[in-house]
């Protein structure tokens, strides 16, 4: 899926939790510590974001 959505922020796994020195992103799945704006080949969607890219073709 090559979208103009592919990013880690709207993936299924993606997991934001604010700390008292801000915003901390972790990848659920892989464990590791990302960016929303990050891309990965392990890229799943949420069911929002799958609907809207449905919408667009």
């Known amino acids: 899926m090559n979208s103009r959505y592919h990013c880690c922020a709207t ?4 997991y934001a ?3 008292k020195n801000g ?3 972790t990848c659920v799945r892989l464990g590791y ?3 929303p704006n990050y891309q990965f080949s392990c890229w799943d ?3 929002d ?3 809207k890219m ?3 073709q």
Do not use: L
């Open 33 to 35: 510590v990302t960016k």
């Open 23 to 25: 915003m901390a992103y």
């Open 54 to 56: 449905e919408n667009e």
């Open 45 to 47: 969607p949420r069911s």
């Open 49 to 51: 974001i799958r609907t």
């Open 17 to 19: 939790e604010k700390t």
């Open 11 to 14: 993936c299924r796994h993606f």
